[in-house]
């Protein structure tokens, strides 16, 4: 097995500056997540400046959770400028089989090939093409389900796919792992999802295994939640606990926290 610490200690070496163009529910919660695992965040998406601003950064993510017509713009001028610039690119498809907006601003963004895409299951099935029950942000599909949407996504987009819940899979296409690491509290926190979504941009800056820089952004994530939810009382307190965890996690903590089997 990989050392997936070393993906960590890499990360936060270079202390990547990560763009985000995210939800109005997540932008905060976000930032904090990356501040507190070691990147620094930049959130902005006006497409006056967004694809301006994308150069100077080593990684971008882009999250569809609150669009609207100006700021699909900013998206698609960013996944634009990041292609061209060569930078590692992340997309979140918030909701995405809920409206017909949202499938064609993702059907666009696709073409500027993302290096990954992170969604829970229902995201993922219906970003295939496959039936998907989600219910608006939230899941109503196990992760089991996905897995042959997310190699097929993988195949067709050349991106890393991961599907996270109680048991997150990752694939390329050819190669697939399990992560199981993780707290029941997570969904019932909102915008978690999302903040892992820049996690995996600021582990992809500079990575050369693009899949295994994901896992090991989603095994570090999902051992912070659990420390969290040894010490929390309830959703509240367990966010404020995720910080810390994030801030307090080492690399050696993550080789040996580190739940993943090969797929
Ligand atoms: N039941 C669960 N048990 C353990 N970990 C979980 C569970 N559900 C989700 N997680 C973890 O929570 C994190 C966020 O994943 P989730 O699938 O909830 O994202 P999401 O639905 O996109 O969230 P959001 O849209 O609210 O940001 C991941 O690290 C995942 O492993
Ligand atoms: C709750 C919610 N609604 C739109 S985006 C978002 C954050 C979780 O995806
Ligand atoms: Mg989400």
Redesign the pocket.
């Known amino acids: 097995m990989p050392d997936w610490g070393s993906h960590l200690s890499e990360m936060r070496r270079r202390a990547p500056l990560v763009h985000n163009i995210t939800?109005y529910?997540?932008m905060n919660v976000m930032a904090n997540v990356l501040l507190a695992a070691g990147a620094s965040p930049a959130m902005l998406h006006a497409v006056e400046e967004a694809a301006e601003f994308t150069p100077l950064a080593a990684a971008l993510t882009i999250n569809i959770?609150?669009p609207s017509a100006p700021w699909v713009e900013g998206m698609q001028a960013s996944a634009r400028a990041a292609r061209e610039a060569g930078i590692p690119w992340v997309l979140d498809p918030?909701?995405v089989g809920a409206t017909a907006f949202r499938r064609a601003a993702v059907a666009r963004l696709l073409d500027h090939a993302p290096a990954a895409i992170r969604g829970n299951a229902s995201e993922i099935l219906a970003l295939a093409g496959m039936a998907a029950r989600g219910k608006?942000?939230d899941s109503a599909d196990p992760v089991a389900a996905a897995e042959d949407a997310a190699r097929a996504l993988a195949q067709r987009t050349g991106a890393v796919v991961a599907v996270t819940g109680p048991v997150d899979f990752v694939t390329d296409g050819p190669r697939g792992w399990r992560v199981a690491n993780g707290h029941p509290t997570m969904p019932r926190v909102?915008?978690l999802?999302?903040s892992l979504t820049g996690l995996v941009g600021a582990f992809l800056a500079g990575a050369v295994d693009r899949a295994q820089a994901t896992v090991a952004a989603l095994a570090y994530f999902g051992l912070a939640g659990e420390r969290a939810g040894a010490v929390a009382a309830g959703p509240g307190s367990f966010q404020v606990a995720l910080l810390d965890a994030l801030a307090a996690i080492t690399p050696e903590d993550l080789a040996a926290g580190a739940r993943v089997e090969p797929a």
Request: aromatic content about 0%; charged content about 0%.
């Open positions: 939800n529910v997540a959770g609150t918030v909701a608006g942000a909102t915008a999802g999302c």
